[in-house]
């Protein structure tokens, strides 16, 4: 006994016990084998000693286990990384460098004296009368000088960088990481000098790393060189790449081709006039980058249709505009309100804008199909911007303008393009977006166009289920939302003013009309009466103001010598109605100015003021 005490005070190493603890189990496993050799059904009261032999063989393994963790760890176990998700994606810290920011195509050396070289304009007050007929000839076509463009070179630099210093000094983070982008340019019987230049616009701009493919979109062109030609052309170019349209569809289906068949992350659309700044990429994917419900529009400047000067930023900033829409449900643009300008610290702030011209902007892939994408029940071009500026707004994301991203735009006075079905598709599109995202505000709008309003009653517009139903799915907000928190700049007219409609004369049988191109200042004039809305389209306001306010909110002003159309003084809060501004109706048919108390006569070539006669047939007005 003695000296089994004294063998357990004894210190044994970690090695003598493996080798005590091996010795036993091959001891143990010797009667095993003695033991499982015979029958057990034989010699039952082997059982008990089985039994027992397997719990003590337990023991020793357990003891075993023990022996083996308590050895000291000699060896080091690799590292186990953890994987990142399938939602998360690896970015560095720190900024993307020049290098990395290369332009896919670097831009060739440029002759200063060249031909609209650095974005100067092109002379055209000194052409051979053969040059003036081939401008002219163009001119008619395109609805542009097509001459100038032809002489410019289709890598043209737009000279230094003009734009602020932090735009110029701004760094793009690596992370998040900027996502890549398709740029999809539809085309319809584009010159080839503008298209082109677009495209190597693109090129010589665009980072390489970010730029996916150029997908141009041909909407049925006839012109020859269009076809075979310009698919020749842009194999060289390896990222560009056409897709077609055998039929003439228009803007809008041609744009979800593009959309379908893009494998960048982020689209972005371009016009088939386009030519990009210095960095005009980099902004736009970053805000997107920053929030991918965030529909990113450039700052759009003007390439001269004449000259095809370009426009270029003030290295100062500028007075910038916004988006905008009037009841007609024609875009405009306006300068931003003073919140606007206050929330904005420097150049690098976007710029929150209620609506978005439409032609260039980017947005994220995967939003432009969650949110609905384009309404593809739209024909050709017309309303599908503003449908998608209350669809973006309404249904949680936002539009912006980057002032930093630059993208110049030749802005034609008139489109060189057809309609297949009339100009009664642009209605059409403008009734479905009304009946879905106005509410009970569509009357306004149908009020000021009478073919929209028919399209309404006769419900000759298409079928709005999926887009209803997409409204209800998103959970959008009302259009009542819309105004207050969006555009609470915006005048809102009376839901239901007075009297509205035509205001026809009883003695000269024609109707009060704005006239051309009346955006205030002049006097109106007298027309035989169309029925069309239009120029001819008054409200008689609750206020007491004669208002025509198609595009421009503007009030029959009345003076000594003439009336003529004003801005409205009535802009909402914090102002009020002008004595020149309020009449009254008459139940004699006289509309009268109290402040002078004259009455409205048509006895002249423009209508004027005179005192008033009830008898005078030229005095009387009625709304029709």
């Known amino acids: 006994m003695t000296t089994f005490r004294r063998f357990l005070r004894k210190r044994f190493f970690p090695w003598k016990l493996v080798i005590v603890a091996l010795i036993f189990i091959t001891f143990v496993f010797l009667i095993q084998r003695e033991v499982v050799g015979r029958d057990l059904q034989e010699e039952p009261w082997l059982k008990d000693i089985v039994d027992k032999r397997d719990a003590v063989l337990g023991m020793m393994m357990g003891a075993v286990n023990n ?65 003036q007929k081939e401008k002219e000839k163009g001119e008619a076509k395109h609805c542009f000088n097509l001459f100038a463009s032809d002489q410019i070179s289709l890598s043209r630099d737009l000279g230094p960088d003009t734009r602020p210093p932090e735009c110029i000094e701004q760094k793009v983070k690596r992370c998040p990481p900027l ?63 056409v897709v077609r349209q055998k039929e003439r569809k228009g803007l809008i289906t041609a744009r979800l081709l593009g959309a379908a068949v893009a494998t960048g992350d982020v689209l972005t659309f371009l016009d088939a006039h386009c030519e990009c700044f210095h960095g005009w990429l980099e902004p736009l994917l970053a805000r997107i980058a920053e929030n991918y419900t965030v529909v990113v529009s450039p700052d759009i400047t003007t390439i001269d249709l004449n000259t095809f000067e370009f426009m270029k930023p003030s290295p100062y900033g500028q007075n910038h505009n916004r988006g905008n829409f009037d009841w007609g449900l024609s875009f405009g643009w306006e300068s931003l309100p003073d919140h606007e300008k206050k929330r904005r610290k420097d150049e690098t702030y976007p710029i929150k804008t209620p609506t978005f011209a439409g032609g ?26 503003i449908e998608m500026s209350f669809r973006v707004w309404q249904c949680g994301g936002q539009l912006e303008i980057i002032p930093c991203s630059v993208v110049g735009h030749v802005f034609r006075t008139k489109s060189p393009h057809t309609f297949p079905k009339g100009t009664q598709v642009i209605a059409r599109n403008e009734v479905r977006l009304a009946e879905v995202w106005m509410d009970d505000y569509k009357e306004i709008f149908y009020r000021r166009n009478q073919q929209a309003a028919q399209m309404a009653k006769e419900k000759s517009f298409g079928d709005i289920s999926q887009r209803l139903k ?126 002078s108390n004259t009455c409205l006569t048509a006895k002249e070539e423009h209508p004027s003021l005179e005192p008033c006669n009830p008898a005078d047939r030229f005095q009387k007005w009625t709304f029709i």
């Not at 260039?360 to 939003?367: A, R």
Request: some cysteine.
């Open 360 to 385: 260039l902007f980017s947005i994220s892939k995967e939003y432009f199909y969650d949110i609905g994408s384009y309404d593809e029940k739209m024909e050709i071009w017309g309303g599908e911007n």
């Open 470 to 595: 997409l409204r209800q799915n998103l959970k959008c907000k009302n259009f009542s939302w819309y105004l207050k928190n969006v555009y609470p700049e915006g005048f809102l007219p009376d839901l239901t003013p007075l009297r509205f409609g035509a205001v026809k004369n009883m003695g000269k049988e024609s109707c009060l009309d704005a006239g051309e191109n009346n955006e205030g200042g002049k006097q109106l004039i007298l027309y035989p009466c169309h029925g069309l809305g239009g120029n001819q389209y008054f409200e008689y306001s609750t206020h007491h103001e004669i208002r025509h306010n198609i595009q421009k909110e503007l009030c029959l002003h009345a003076t000594a010598e003439a009336v003529t159309l004003e801005e409205c003084q009535f802009k909402g809060q914090n102002t009020h109605v002008t004595v020149e501004e309020k009449w009254e109706l008459r139940e004699e048919h006289l509309i009268v100015n109290p402040a």
């Open 179 to 241: 996502p890549t982008t398709s740029i999809i340019i539809v085309f319809h019987n584009e010159a080839w000098s503008t298209l082109l230049r677009t495209v190597y616009s693109v090129l010589h701009t665009s980072p390489a790393i970010f730029l996916k493919e150029i997908i141009l979109v041909d909407d049925a062109s006839v012109d020859d060189y269009l076809k075979e030609p310009l698919d020749d052309y842009v194999k060289q170019l390896h990222i560009v790449k």
């Open 67 to 131: 022996f083996r963790d308590a050895m000291p760890k000699m060896q080091i176990k690799a590292p186990v990384r953890q994987h990142d998700t399938a939602d998360s994606k690896p970015c560095l810290n720190g900024y993307y460098t020049a290098a990395e920011l290369k332009p896919y195509l670097e831009r060739p050396s440029q002759d200063p004296s060249a031909p609209g070289a650095s974005g100067k304009a092109f002379p055209t007050d000194k052409l051979s009368p053969e040059e």
